[in-house]
């Protein structure tokens, strides 16, 4: 079951490790715009004298799990600085639906070729793609492995793919870990490999009629970084699925 208001779920006084439910945005999309985790956490450390920047990442709106939030200039600088260099690492458990065929779905390359092994933390799947937007008020994305085409449309990761990383497979439940990531990054990736999250109203197809489905089958369950005070690396996790 998941916990429908945010938490932190433990603070220093340089960082905090917030939950972050489903169907709410990680910031804003607009100048004005309110119920964001932003807001409720700023909210909450007003009364602390907080202020500044302080979101190192983003979750997708129907995406739950941890999000790092930085309480100073110095480790606000720290975790992008450390972000860049990819040693900071974000960990999710994704529930899958069957194994499908997704080069049949509008705007999707051919799927990636993934190597026929066990995945682990040493030796993972790894689906890599540069991404486009798509589809209607450009809110999609999709794979792109050629930058041959419409180069300007392309987002790169330091002009190299976006690299989602599968650790585990446990019957249709997957672990994926990223060091940078993209908008629907592990949603899309997943779906163009043939196993669309459980559940994810937007992949492989929106959701028509305003049509609702439960809650998506996708959570951000660790963080690993070093203490910007420290140097020591930490660890943070809640629940898989």
């Known amino acids: 079951m998941t916990n429908n208001e945010p938490y932190i779920l433990d603070e220093t006084n340089d960082f905090a490790v917030v939950f972050k439910p489903p169907r709410m945005h990680s910031a804003p999309l607009a100048k004005k715009e309110g119920g964001t985790l932003l807001e409720w956490f700023t909210a909450r450390k007003k009364a602390a004298q907080f202020s500044g920047d302080c979101l190192i990442h ?8 941890l999000v790092l939030f930085a309480k100073n200039t110095k480790s606000f600088e720290f975790f992008k600085e450390l972000q860049d260099k990819g040693g900071f690492v974000k960990e999710y458990s994704a529930v899958c ?3 499908c065929n997704e080069s049949s779905v509008l705007g999707f390359p051919p799927p990636p070729a993934l190597a026929p092994h066990a995945p682990s933390s040493e030796n993972p799947l790894i689906i890599e793609s540069y991404f486009r937007p798509f589809g209607p008020g450009r809110k999609l994305v999709r794979p792109v492995i050629d930058e041959s085409k419409k180069n300007r449309e392309i987002a790169k990761d ?7 990383e599968i650790t585990g497979i446990n019957k249709n439940t997957f672990t994926v870990r ?21 559940n994810d109203p937007l992949y492989p197809q929106p959701v028509e009629n305003g049509g609702s489905v ?28």
């Open 178 to 198: 990223l060091k940078r990531g993209f908008r629907h990054q592990i949603r899309c990736h997943l779906c163009w490999a043939g196993f669309p999250i459980m």
């Open 214 to 241: 439960p809650d998506m089958s996708l959570r951000a369950c660790a963080l690993f970084f070093a203490d910007p005070s420290t140097g020591k690396q930490l660890e943070y996790r809640i629940d898989k699925f």
């Open 58 to 65: 983003r979750l997708d709106f129907d995406t739950h799990g």
């Open 97 to 99: 639906t069957v194994v």
């Open 158 to 164: 330091n002009g190299g793919f976006y690299r989602t």
